[in-house]
């Protein structure tokens, strides 16, 4: 999940990725400016086909995928023939013992938004089959630089979570650059949609969690209409070096280490929207 950059081209398969510090160099607060942001929603996000990007591999946490995939106006399954698939297949081969297996996140870079203090993530999801997927994950950032937003210091906000296979919802702490286990069960039902709403907020001006740097709340994560995660705090991180401000959310999947090349996993996504 520390983000690379790659152009996507529709029904292309990718092979090669860069560090979005590359991408982000240059994105200083002249070129983003810390003024009012008003509340937007970005409806519909998987019928968008362009400004998608990827981080692939140790980016994500993982090891390099041999491709990824990404496809749009997916009719089967669908809840309005406008679906979009995401995907990855395993690495030819691995050092064995293999102890991280192919991970890829899509994300969006929907701007600097830094006045913003609240976002909320909702879609459906519809997996096939889990076998091979350690987790899926969904994350929702802002990264501020310092006078901006109401932090002190260049700041990176990660508001991730995952879905662990046969385990739990975890929520990220950007401070420590690790999970933290809610200990509420993560459960889903196979080739059916699923609702999935998750909000969360910061604090203008807040730095009581670690190391001066405001606490992230995870406000609830939602499933099918049910409220299995509430009131979780973490602690927001330092902004690595280069980066500049934006602010969006990612789309992730991890694979098993045992995933190589005679493996593909893929989740589809509809109706999503994010409000920043």
Known sequence: MRFKTLPIYIGLIFTLSYCVAQAAEGQDSENHPGGVHPLTVLDNFNEITTGWQQCTGSCAGGTDPSATFQYFNITDPSLDDKAMELGLTGPDSCTSPCKTGPNNGWYYDTGAADSNTTFDLVFYFYVSSNTDVVALEFDQFQYLLAGDGGVTQNTRLYWGTQCVTGGDWDVWNSYTGSWVDT?????????????????????????????????????????????????????????????????????????????????????????????Y
């Open 183 to 275: 200990g509420e069960s993560c459960t889903y039902p196979l080739g059916e949609w699923n609702k999935v709403n998750i909000e969360v907020h910061r604090v203008s001006g807040d730095t009581s969690c670690s190391g001066g740097y405001p606490c992230m709340y995870y406000n609830y994560i939602k499933l099918k209409g049910t409220t299995v995660v509430s009131d979780e705090k973490t602690s927001a991180g330092p902004l690595p070096s280069g980066w500049g401000e934006q602010t969006g959310f990612m789309l992730q999947l991890d694979g098993t280490p045992s995933c190589l090349s005679s493996c593909t996993i893929s989740e589809y996504i509809d109706e999503g929207s994010f409000t």
